[in-house]
């Protein structure tokens, strides 16, 4: 059973536009999520993080939403960039000593 | 700085031999430690969970007889892929967490691509 679920595998957007990626989880004991950008054959690198007493983080060009009640949250990129493509995974914890369940990725192509 | 290295990058190996991937974190110490496995188009699957000094926690479907871990130091753990099969082959990552810090705060390593013939 997926707990994380990210279910579109790709999408592809225009250089300049916004990327919204997407991703839900079942499990209503998560409290942190992340967001983890990838290249093949390289390790995953952490883009940006929050927690669930917030519902909006920011950082430069990314901005993570999470809805509680939905049990979704979206990366969204502003504006995407060339260098933005890779492979996003959307990652849940539960708890400051628990491990992290990682979706399955989503493949962002973001066209010149 | 936290940065996770592995080695080796790549390995391919025949059917039946045992192979042994490191993974140091080079600018801080990291208590725990993690190995996950990816699949092509996959999730990264947690294979287990390695403190310094213990024994590693084993997730539910792993084999802890055929992929050992040693977590010597606070710097180096290895995976040790025993026997290994064609259907071994896969992409390991490993990633490490500070001490004192959130186990959900992992810097990842660069992953082994392993090949078994």
């Known amino acids: 059973d997926q707990q994380v679920k990210q279910n579109s595998p790709s999408l592809s957007v225009q250089e300049g536009r916004i990327s919204i990626l997407n991703c839900d989880y079942t499990?209503?004991?998560?409290?942190?999520f992340l967001w983890y950008k990838k290249y093949p054959a390289e390790g995953p690198t952490f883009l940006i993080s929050i927690s669930s007493i917030k519902d909006k983080n920011e950082d430069g060009r990314f901005t993570v939403f999470l809805n509680k009640s939905a049990k979704h949250l979206s990366l969204h990129i502003v504006p995407s960039q060339p260098g933005d493509s890779a492979v996003y995974f959307c990652?849940?914890?539960?708890?400051?000593?628990?491990?992290?369940?990682f979706g399955k990725g989503i493949t962002l192509s973001v066209r010149p | 700085g936290a940065v996770v290295s592995q080695h080796p990058s790549w390995v391919i190996c025949k059917s039946g031999t045992s192979v042994k991937i490191e993974c140091r974190s080079l600018d801080f110490q990291a208590t725990t430690m993690f190995w996950y496995r990816q699949f092509p188009k996959q999730s990264l699957m947690l294979m287990a969970t390695?403190?310094?000094?213990?024994?590693?926690?084993?997730e539910q479907g792993v084999e802890k007889d055929k992929f050992l871990i040693n977590h010597a130091s606070l710097t180096l753990s290895t995976l040790t892929v025993t026997s290994a099969h064609p259907e071994d082959s896969s992409f390991y990552i490993c990633?490490?967490?500070?001490?004192?810090?959130?186990?959900?705060?992992?810097?990842f390593g660069p992953g082994t691509r392993l090949t078994v013939l």
């Open positions: 990633s490490a967490s500070h001490s004192g810090r959130a186990l959900y705060e992992q810097f």
């Open positions: 990652a849940a914890s539960a708890g400051a000593n628990s491990k992290l369940t």
């Open positions: 390695s403190n310094e000094g213990s024994k590693a926690t084993y």
């Open positions: 499990n209503s004991m998560f409290d942190y």
